[in-house]
Each structure stands twice: as C-alpha cells, then as structure tokens.
C-alpha cells in the first residue's frame, strides 16, 4: 500500500547510530562499581582437577573473588542443558553428560572453564587469573568423532558410554537398501563437512547486576534470543526465577547462530554478581570466542544414491557421524537429526532415504548450530553427490536435478517434510541462463589456452525455514514451542509502538517490521519504533535464527495488527456514524468508502485514548498482543552457479562468478534480502575456500586467531549476481519463507563442484586450500 | 603511569594513564567513545580504525601515549555538525552494513582509502584489495565495495 510497504527497498532505520559510533553494544555499558570476570581455562584437552590453588591470585590488587566449580554448584546453580531430546533408534533417551558452568572434577576441552577470577580491572583480573595455579591430572583425549567410536577410545562422560550420544535414523532402511541394490547407476561418496567457527565480529560479553535491595538481576547481554536466555537461566540453572532477573540483548553484533545459547559465562557473571556484591562484566577476546563459541558442522558422511536407467533416483542411503564436543550446547542435539536429515530430500523426488546419524563427544569445544544449522550439511552432501552422480553417468549436471526436481506441491518426503510451494526448474532456468551456463565449453577453452582450469558447479539448494510449529516440534524432542508473540502499540497521537521477540542483531528489524504499519495504515516507517531485545519491555519471545523472523516474528505482528485494524475501525465507524465494513485505512487517514467523509489516523487514536466517544462497551486505549504459531515449515530453495579458475600451478582457485537464483516467497524489503544473500554466501564461500577450525593430536586449537583461522576478506570474493523467484508459501499470511540462511546453505557445494569440475577431480574436501588442490591436480 | 594530551574529534584531553593501555582503550574507557570497536587481538579485523593525524590506524596496536601529541579522528568525530560525512552516508544508501559491528572501522578504512588512492582511483579491484585489513562477516563485501565506490564519488 505505502510506498514503505511490502517490497520496497527502504533504508534502513537502524543505520544512523551505527554509522556514527553511536550503536550500543554490551561492552559498552559500564555500571558504577563494575568489575571484571578473567576466566581461567584448561590448558589441557582432558584432565581431572585434584586442587586449585587460589591464595596467590586472592592477594592481587584489585582481586575480591576467585571461585571455583564447587563454590558454583554448592550456591545451587544447575548444570547447562540440552533442550532438544532425542532418542535413538533403540528408543533409548539420548546419554546427556553434565556440563557445569565451571568445571568441578574434570575439564573436557582446552577453553573449559576451570575458575574465574573478579577484579576491579581487567588488566587486574587476567593477571590474577594467570596466578591462580591448578593441579591438572591429564587424562587420555580424543579429538575427531571417527575416534571416539572406536573400542578403547577415552571415555568423556560417564552416562555416555562409548561417547556415543545417541544413534538415530529416519526414513525406511529395507527399502531403501532394496532400491540401490536394484539401480542401474549407484554412485557412493565420503564427504566431510568441515568444522567452522561461525565468528560475529562482536565477541559475545556479559554484564551482570545483582540489586540487594530489590532481590533482582540484571543481565547485558550478546543474545539472539533474551527470552529463551532468562527462561533457561531461571528453570534450569535456578540464578533466579524469572520475574526477578531482568535480560537485555542490546545492540549485538552479529550472531549467526552462535549467541542463541546460554554459555557458562552469562551465568558465572549473573552468580557472581550476587555472591561478590558487585557487578560483573566479561568480555570474550578473539582468541577466547574461538576456543569457546560453539562451533559448526563436522559431520564425516558415507553415502550412496542409486539411479534408473532414465536417471532418476530410486535409493538415497546416508551415514553419518556427527562431532558434538565436549558437552551438549542448547540445540546441539536437534542439529545433526532433524534440522539435517529431514532435508536430505533435496530439491528432488525420492521414493526411499534413510539416515543414521551417531552423535558423540569428543574433547573439543561444544558443537551447535551455525547459519544454515544441518541444513548446510545435507545440502552439501545431496549436491555433491548430484553433481558427482551427473558426472559418472555423463549426464549434464543441470538436466539429471531437473529430471528429479519435484513438480507438484505439497509434496511429503520420506524424511517428515512436506514441501508446501516452490517452482524449481525456474531458479534453476534463471540462474542458468545469468551464468550464462550453455557458453561454459568456450570459457574453458579461452581459460586453458592461458594455462588455467575453468570449471562450473552447481547447487540445488532446499532448506526449512520459519521454525516452527510448536506442536510438531515438541513432539520430535523439542523442550520449547517455536511460535513468536508481537504487540502493535499505538500511541494516541497516533504513532506506533511494535514490540516483538524477534531480535535483530544485523537482520534490520527496525526497518523491515515497520514496513508492515506502513502497509497497512500508510503511516510513514519513521512514526513507527520498533523495540526488541529486553525482557522488560516484551512480554515473550522466542528470538531470531533459522530465518524465522519473517515468517514468524511477522506473522505475530500481522496478527495484531489485524486486531488494531479491527478496533480502529469499529471506533472510526462510531465516530463517523458509517458501517464498520466500509471504513477504509490508507495514506494514514480513516475513510468511509465512496464517501467525502474521513478522519485522520491520530485522530480516531486519540479518541481510542481519550475514551469520550467510543461503542457502548469498548474498552479505551488501541494496542493489540498477538502469539502466531506456524503451520508448516517454509521452504525457502534456489539453485547457486558458481564458476572458478585454478591455477595449476599453485592450486589456488579464483571465483570468477557467482549466481544465485532464490525462492524467499514474498519480500518485504529487497535490499536487505540481498544483503542477506551476500553475507550468507561469503559465508559458503569461506567454508569450501578458507574456513577450518583444526585440532591437533593433543587436543590444542591451532586456528585460534584470524592469523590463523582464514576469514573471507574481501579481495577472496566476487560481487555476486542475485535474483529473486517468488512462489508464495501458502503457510503464513503474508507468503513468506525467510532468506536468512540460504546463502550459506546453498554455495558451498557449487563452489566445490566447480572446482572438481576444473580439475577433473571429484575427490576433494572442504576448504579447497591451493595444497589439497594441487595435490589432487598433481595426483599427491 | 603517563600523561597524555592529545585531539581527539577536535577536543584537547588530557589524562594519566598506565603505560601499557591502548589507544583503543584510551578511547572506550577514558573517553567513553565506544564507536571504536575490538573484534579480535591480532590487529586483523580493523574494527578499531581510527585517524591519527589524518591516517587509518589500528587503534589496538598503538599504545595511547604513542598518540599524545597527535590529532585524533574516530567514528564519532566524522560527521560535521548534523552532516553526515559523505562515506557515512554512502554506506546508509548502499547498505554497506548490517550488524554495524565492523562498521565504524570499514568507513574510518574507507575515508582514509579515498585520501590515498584518490577517488578517481579506486576501482573494484583496488578498494577490495585495501580491505584486506578489515573483516566483515555480515555483508559478504558486496555492498560495502559498493558503499566506498558511492563514498569515494561524494567525497570528490
């Protein structure tokens, strides 16, 4: 309606106090009296802890507490927990560890918190925390998953024998076995899914508050979701019951998935607050958000897909191990099962799939999910293998997906999902066609007169968005509902107040959801405040991730603006002497339809508020709270091209382009969609290029630092060539599917299939560093 | 301890400080001007950035009495009176940001950029190039390169 409305390209709101330096970021609170949590972190991949030895650090300057794991769960406080349950396939619950804020007899990894020390410094703290002197008794580790399955591996956790967490599948295993070993074509493959550090730019930080007076918490924050952070802190790690423990998420920098969970230092400084009467601030380093933050991916999959004679796929059989860490992080255990194996179904119409996953600990930081979550997983291994398959049979890559795209909707997987709409030979035409796909032949000959290998991959990608119904949810595991709640406030001058628990940490909230009013009542953006990220202020809220913000944070807030549509009408109906079905809302003025007579928008607000003149037995006042809970999930899919040249003399590759062609549904703001498809991208890009979080034998982080953990920098990346293909998803009111993710989820695979395709090589394994390329175009 | 006397954003300050603070420091907890922002501790990610005596430095790899003495600029400081500088608005109009984190350090990068190369200099290639000390992990680079092309235009 507005010209701010549904798919116009507004700027966004958000940007002046950030361009300006005047954003406002955890670390950039202080509170008088403040003082500095230095945690201090086990050296060593496995130990048991037979003493520390404080009395040094207690006699530092500035030192007033250094406190340990027992003093931690002596004050009561409860260990972190994993609040997705899933079963094996025995039925058996999952072997859930215990994970104590601060370590009390063991340490699992190196970065485990073994005791922290509070000063009136920082520079105070660390040095006191480097005096406090711990007696280590190293135990055996064990780093990759592959390991900690074998017989004789060390063992974790005690409730958790032979590390194995749980062992799972979905989907049916005879007939899946029965209709590869009937297929014309059968193509098998190992793939390995890298581990990543997801790596905001912001570290994750804490301020903690404990007011004596008023028994109350207060709690800064880096979070994606404060709601979900106060509920955990207070039912399950009792801090403080909810009503006493305010939670903030104020500015953040970044999430992608990492500051969805509760991490042992927001609950170290809320309890340390309190036991040591001042409050508390922490703030990550690099180097810490590396050894700590959980990280992403590391699955090693084996799988098989069988073909007919005519191409299409008759079998898809997958195993798979997945690396969760040392401990269970809030959603880590939903991420290699539900949010993974349910999508293995690809773009594609496949009569049988089954999965097994086996999920293990190993002494390495707690795994969780990072953009994409799972999804980037299974579509890495379904595209792979396509493109590997296309190859082996001599079929044109694009021509076997379109034989198998499916084509009618609702379409039910054999893997839970039904795909509600989609037009996949579209994205897959678009992006071809901007690639400009039928002329590759002679780009590749042009590249190798100059002594380069050209190559082009591509991604089919699907991925399940708008999460999620809270009923299908909690009856897979889920120990919350995935719903979102949404207030409109209307003020009586006729402004608007939206409170949401969404939270936007880059995503343009501020923005995007004032679009809405804007559509609705012609108001423009900037009378409309958006307000997010306090638990004061929103009544609930189950945060920002897996590209729900859209499809479910908006829906809550369409929902409620319904409600004050129908409210500003009838008053307006009144107050004109009309019918309530003829009232109309446009341009910010409250009209009688084929009438001369209206009112303006403040006014029929103000009279909301002033409660002179309204219908007999309406309540005053114009502000409406609306819980949306979703129907289905959305099914957000595209096809990525992406073109490379490798230089075979140093094996380093060079993006020349890439294309993307997306499905989001209906976009509310086309300028932050692209920019979403641009960072997620960036992000594929740095997985299959540069990205490795590595390990060594003894359990040591060597990529700690960006000197040694390879970020995407801007001379590594092309600029990108989008388009968009709306379907509308058919399962929330405004056809929405969400474009979060999508970037990471679906270039990964496109990148790596253009580089096999240029070096003629299917065998290679992500990052696709110039060594591992040379060596496979040199045959090392 | 020291005492140090410099410009920062036109403004002379003065304070004693321990030897070993940053400048970067200096600025968030001394002054309170926390545009200027730490992303990590190897002098990589160039959230830091500010001007000294009209130059990009990394304010986490230069001790604050390295700076007495000098003219310093940050993010807060750019904009005169209510007027954008033109890089910042070019990043408004381009949506060269999203979380604003890396944000302040990419456009102190950027003017300092433009003051180099000269704005009628800076192709894609370049302004990707001299971003090699500055991260990002929202935007994918793609509207940022955009963002300094348009600043780059404004300024000249």
């Known amino acids: 309606m507005g ?6 390209r507004v700027l966004r709101k958000e940007d002046k106090r950030f361009i300006t330096g005047k954003g406002r970021y955890t670390d950039d609170f202080k509170m008088a009296g403040m003082h500095y949590a230095a945690f201090v972190r086990s050296p060593h991949a496995h130990a048991k802890i037979r003493g520390i030895d404080k009395s040094a650090a207690e006699a530092m300057p500035g030192v007033v507490g250094v406190l340990d794991g027992k003093q931690l769960t002596g004050d009561g406080i409860g260990n972190l927990i994993c609040g997705w349950m899933i079963h094996s396939k025995d039925g058996s619950p999952m072997n859930m560890g215990a994970w104590s804020a601060i370590a009390t007899e063991h340490v699992r990894y190196v970065g485990d918190a073994a005791a922290v020390v509070v000063a009136d410094t920082l520079e105070n703290a660390r040095a006191a925390a480097e005096a406090v002197v711990i007696d280590y008794e190293e135990l055996p580790h064990v780093i990759r998953a592959v390991d900690a399955l074998k017989d004789g591996a060390p063992q974790l956790h005690p409730e958790a024998k032979g590390n194995l967490i749980y062992d799972w599948e979905i989907g049916e295993k005879d007939a899946t076995e029965q209709a590869i070993a009937g297929a014309a074509h059968v193509t098998e493959m190992e793939i390995v899914n890298n581990r990543l550090s997801p790596n905001p730019m912001e570290p994750r930080a804490a301020l903690a508050n404990y007011d004596e007076a008023d028994d109350h918490f207060t709690l800064y924050t880096t979070s994606q979701n404060p709601h979900v952070a106060r509920l955990v802190l207070s039912a399950f790690y009792q801090v403080a019951p909810e009503h006493k423990l305010r939670v903030i998420a104020p500015d953040v920098g970044g999430g992608f998935g990492s500051k969805i969970y509760i991490y042992p230092e927001e609950i170290v400084c809320l309890w340390a607050s309190k036991r040591l009467g001042v409050p508390v601030k922490w703030t990550s380093d690099r180097t810490e958000a590396f050894l700590t933050d959980a990280h992403g991916r590391d699955h090693v ?21 997945a690396n969760i860490g040392a401990y269970m992080s809030l959603f880590s255990s939903s991420v290699p099962t539900y949010l993974y194996a349910t999508l293995l179904s690809g773009q594609y119409n496949i009569a049988n799939i089954h999965c097994n996953v086996r999920t293990v600990y190993t002494n390495t930081a707690p795994v969780d999910a990072y953009r994409g979550a799972g999804r980037p997983e299974a579509t890495y291994l379904v595209e792979r293998i396509m493109e590997t398959a296309a190859r082996e049979m001599g079929m ?31 994205t897959l035409d678009a992006a071809l066609k901007a690639a400009d796909y039928a002329n590759i032949g002679k780009r590749k000959e042009e590249a190798k007169a100059r002594g380069k290998l050209r190559g082009i991959g591509l991604s089919c990608y699907i991925e399940a968005c708008g999460i999620a119904p809270s009923a299908a949810v909690g009856s897979l595991g889920a120990g919350v509902g995935l719903w979102e709640s949404g207030e409109i406030r209307v003020n009586p001058v006729g402004t608007v107040e939206i409170l949401t628990g969404s939270h936007s940490h880059g995503q343009g909230h501020e923005t995007t959801f004032a679009q809405l009013v804007n559509e609705r009542f012609g108001l423009p953006v900037d009378n409309v405040q958006v307000i997010h990220g306090d638990t004061d202020k929103v009544q609930f809220g189950m945060g920002t991730y897996g590209s729900r913000s859209g499809a479910v944070g908006m829906s809550a807030l369409v929902k409620a603006l319904d409600k004050v549509e129908a409210k500003a009408k009838k008053i307006a109906a009144h107050l004109m002497e ?21 009112l303006g928008w403040h006014e029929v607000c103000l009279a909301a508020y002033t409660g002179h003149n309204l219908p007999q037995g309406m309540e005053p006042g114009l502000k409406e709270t609306a819980f949306y809970d979703p129907t289905n999930f959305t099914f957000p899919a595209g096809t990525y091209v992406c073109e490379v040249e490798v230089d075979p003399e140093t094996g380093k590759t060079e993006v020349i382009q ?14 932050i969609v692209e920019g979403q498809v641009h960072g997620g991208i960036t992000q594929g890009i740095g997985q299959a290029l540069l990205e490795n979080v590595i390990y060594d034998d003894n359990g040591q982080l060597l990529t700690a630092s960006y000197m040694d953990y390879a970020m995407p920098r801007a001379d590594d990346v092309p600029s990108y060539k989008l388009s968009t293909h709306e379907t509308v998803c058919p399962g929330n009111p405004m056809g929405m599917k969400g474009c979060g993710e999508a970037g990471a989820i679906g270039s990964p695979p496109a990148l790596i299939n253009a580089i096999t395709d240029a070096i003629g090589n299917n065998n290679l394994t992500m990052p696709a560093t110039p060594a591992r390329v040379w060596a496979l175009i040199n045959g090392k | 301890m020291s005492k140090v006397s410099m410009t920062v954003n036109g403004k002379t300050v003065e304070r004693e400080v321990e030897d070993r603070m940053l400048l970067v ?20 990610c160039g959230a830091c950035v500010v001007h000294v005596d009209g130059k990009a430095v990394k304010s986490c790899t230069q ?5 007495s003495g000098c003219e310093v600029v940050t993010i807060e400081g750019l904009a005169t009176g209510g007027d954008l500088h033109p890089m910042q608005a070019a990043f408004k109009e381009n949506h060269g940001l999203q ?58």
């Open chain 1, 3 to 8: 010209v701010e409305g549904i798919g116009a």
């Open chain 1, 301 to 321: 999959s084996k799988a098989r897909i069988g073909f007919d004679k005519d191409g299409k796929i008759v079998g898809f059989s997958i195993d798979t191990i």
């Open chain 1, 396 to 426: 044109d890559p694009a021509e076997l997906r379109r034989r198998n795209f499916v084509s009618e909707f609702p379409h039910q997987t054999p893997v839970i999902m039904c795909y509600d709409a989609g037009d996949y030979n579209a």
């Open chain 1, 578 to 598: 009309a019918d309530e079905g003829d009232i109309v809302i446009e341009d910010g003025e409250v009209k009688v339809a084929g009438t001369d007579r209206k």
């Open chain 1, 658 to 671: 890439f294309v993307a062609a997306d499905d989001f549904g209906v976009i509310v703001n086309p300028m």
């Open chain 2, 25 to 44: 420091e200096f600025l968030r907890e001394e002054l309170n001007l926390t545009g200027t922002h730490v992303g990590c501790d190897t002098s990589q």
């Open chain 2, 63 to 67: 001790l604050a009495v390295q700076a």
């Open chain 2, 99 to 156: 979380c604003g984190f890396c944000t302040p350090g990419m456009i102190m990068t950027a003017v300092d950029l433009v003051n180099r190369v000269g704005a009628g200099n800076l192709d894609e290639k370049t302004i990707r190039e001299n971003l090699e000390g500055n991260i990002c992990r929202c935007t994918g680079y793609h509207n940022i390169v955009r963002s300094i092309e348009a600043g780059a235009k404004a300024m000249a």
